[in-house]
């Protein structure tokens, strides 16, 4: 199947910092990719629909200027977290879908931010 | 979206079939139902997707009866590797988001 890659699968960052998340479709073009968060023992939250060269579009209750989203091609959407605290801490997921009527949906390795 | 409604856990033992099912009252006519595996910090897999009657693949079954009110992922012969969460999804074709409910958290033993 398809693979998406994130970078880096593992950060550690100070407080009042920001980190840049990186999602990449290797062998597709994903015109709509999407980040996700997921704390332990919860389900997955879809946080926002990246779609690329237009502006992100946000879930109810997450902020656009903490997580800007940037999807500039159609291999590469970022998610940066901005002025990062020790509540942002979490697991942090892409997915990105082949473009198709009945296609499923391809998931990064999830990015683990802990915010010190 | 259609909402999912799973166990929120079941055990098993190795060799074992588990069978999971998945609620989902209100479906839409073109919605498809889709299963996710997830093991601790990565990212979900998928495992099967489905419309309706049954589907069959390497790893698992998915029975899916002519309501499609709900469905049942079958998977033969568990072993330890397959204790991970289990997301049932029910989504539209095309660029649609996917929103996942709680899940069902397998436990195989030994």
């Known amino acids: 199947g398809a693979v998406v890659s994130q970078h880096p699968s593992r950060v550690i960052c100070k407080s009042g910092t920001s980190v840049k998340i990186e999602c990449r479709s290797l062998d597709f073009q994903a015109t709509t990719m999407f980040w996700y968060r997921q704390f332990p023992k919860q389900s997955l939250m879809l946080m926002a629909t990246s779609n690329e060269g237009s502006k992100a579009t946000y879930e109810q209750g997450v902020e656009k200027d903490k997580f800007l989203i940037n999807h500039a091609s159609l291999t590469l959407s970022t998610l940066t977290v901005t002025s990062a605290h020790p509540e942002d801490s979490s697991f942090y997921i892409c997915?990105?879908?082949?473009?198709?009527?009945?296609?499923?949906?391809?998931f990064g390795q999830g990015t683990r931010l802990t915010v010190v | 979206l259609a909402k999912t409604t799973q166990p929120i856990s079941m055990d098993s033992y190795e060799g074992q079939e588990v069978n999971i099912t998945c609620s989902h009252n209100?479906?839409?006519?073109?919605?498809?139902i889709t299963w996710y595996q997830q093991f601790p910090s990565q990212g979900p897999r998928f495992i099967i997707q489905?419309?309706?009657t049954k589907v069959t693949n390497e790893v698992a079954s998915l029975f899916i009866p002519a309501d499609r009110k709900s469905s049942t992922l079958s998977l033969p012969r568990v072993s330890l590797s397959d204790t991970a969460v289990y997301y049932c999804l029910v989504r539209k074709t095309g660029g649609f988001k996917t929103i996942f409910g709680a899940g069902t958290r397998l436990f195989v033993k030994a």
């Open positions: 997915s990105a879908r082949t473009q198709g009527s009945n296609t499923e949906a391809f």
């Open positions: 489905g419309y309706k």
């Open positions: 209100n479906i839409a006519t073109n919605d498809y």
